[in-house]
């Protein structure tokens, strides 16, 4: 069975480089126009530059998404950040809108173009469509079950990768496309700027009782109706390589460090494990479920792909995450001594873990935190302090800090 590629979000520099670090073999990432997700820190071409070429180094490759549905005044800056991109040579752009399609064929054929999921690709007859077009990889809609990817992976030839999901937030409008955010905001999540009115909570007002607020779901306090529990295929990776999934991916371009490497860990070692021994992976479980709590998440379900998600695929009574564990910082070196920069608040004294990239969990107690000036400090209240520490362990780069979040 061919190994597939496990995809990651990046969001910043910092995530890209954990992604890798961690087991990623690409990530993607979105620039600042052109992306899906405006409000993430995103690329500036700078980045972009340094990003493609720590992931070569690394044996990795990077994706970049420019999968807005571009109107007319866009295109111009399409231009400019296709030909610049062009520089720094991406493994391939992420691309819906077949206009930026065919200005991205004109201006820079030799980047290879993968069609993002907003372009509803939900049958072997697209894929068709878009291999006469010269495309190898189209990532699948959301919407298809196991058995619709099976039969289109039947359907196609065997050099056309598959794409599809298998982690993170689920959108609750058909493959993304979505006019809500724009309908109640003004914000359109076409262009990027999603504001996430799925997550909020609606009550019904009868238009001749203005202010009367019935409740259209649960209970007396409303219910957030759209408000889908997130995706978690970890259970069930030996069925999506049957299904002839090419590249699994994992949603969060939003998301930190903590959530990028506990994720992509716990997937590279299934990956890895049910590969070398079906049996491994299913004695170890256990361990990748556990792991992917650890990190800022909702209630998973398995999206569509054992069938249609029923009411049991939603959260009905608060739109907040579950965060059973906080990032406190990713270690680094200087001079030998090990630092990081605060993320949130902790203490000396405090029972903490370092997790490491080959897949251990050490449990540590701070002994000591100093600042770069050589004060010794009690805890690390300020984010983005710089602090060294000790922890009475050898520390390496790389290694994250989380500590269990208060009761």
């Known amino acids: 069975m061919k190994k597939p590629e496990l995809l990651m979000p990046a969001g910043s520099l910092e995530t890209l480089k954990t992604a890798i670090a961690y087991g990623a073999d690409a990530v993607y990432l979105g620039g600042e126009v052109l992306s899906l997700r405006a ?23 990077v994706y970049v998404a420019a999968n807005i549905f571009a109107h007319n005044q866009d295109m111009r800056a399409a231009m400019k950040f296709f030909l610049l991109l062009n520089n720094y040579k991406p493994d391939a752009l992420i691309l819906s809108d077949p206009g930026l399609f065919l200005l991205a064929q004109s201006l820079v054929p030799e980047i290879p173009v993968h069609i993002s999921t907003q372009a509803n690709n939900t049958n072997y007859g697209t894929w068709l469509f878009w291999q006469k077009q010269g495309v ?29 999901f298998v982690h993170g937030a689920m959108c609750i409008s058909y493959s993304g496309r979505c006019l809500i955010s724009s309908f109640l905001t ?86 890895d ?37 029923d009411a049991d695929s939603q959260i009905y ?10 990032y406190l910082g990713t270690v680094e070196l200087e001079e030998g001594r090990p630092f990081f920069l605060q993320k949130n608040k902790f203490s000396v004294g405090e029972n903490l ?8 969990n050490l449990p540590a107690t ?9 004060e010794s400090v009690e805890s690390a209240p300020h984010p983005g302090q710089k602090l060294f520490l000790d922890l009475g362990i050898s520390l390496e780069p790389g290694d994250i800090l989380r500590r269990k979040a208060d009761a």
């Open 317 to 326: 009574d608060q739109s907040t995450y579950r965060k059973d564990w906080v």
């Open 273 to 309: 494990d049910y590969l070398e021994d079906p049996e491994k992976y299913f004695r170890r479980l256990p361990w990748y479920r556990e792991e992917v709590q650890k990190c800022t998440t909702r209630p998973f379900c398995t999206g569509f792909y054992f069938g249609k998600p």
């Open 366 to 374: 701070v002994r000591h935190l100093e600042t770069e000036e050589g």
């Open 136 to 164: 190898k990889r189209l990532v699948a809609a959301r919407e298809l079950s196991l058995a619709e990817l099976s039969e289109i992976r039947a359907n196609i030839p065997e050099d056309m990768e598959m794409e599809a």
């Open 353 to 360: 873990e370092v997790m490491r990239p080959d897949g251990s």
């Open 186 to 271: 003004g914000r359109d999540a076409n262009q990027g700027e999603c504001t996430h009115p799925c997550r909020w909570r609606y009550a019904l007002v009868e238009e001749t009782r203005p202010g009367e607020y019935m409740p259209v779901g649960e209970d007396e306090r409303g219910t957030y109706l759209y408000n889908s529990k997130d995706l978690c295929m970890i259970d069930h990776i030996p069925e999506l390589l049957d299904a002839g999934v090419s590249s699994l991916k994992v949603e969060g371009r939003m998301k930190n460090a903590l959530y990028v490497a506990t994720v992509a860990r716990a997937y590279r070692a299934a990956i």
């Open 39 to 61: 409000k993430a820190k995103n690329f500036a071409m700078p980045e972009i530059k340094e990003g493609i070429r720590f992931a070569h180094e690394h044996g990795a490759k």
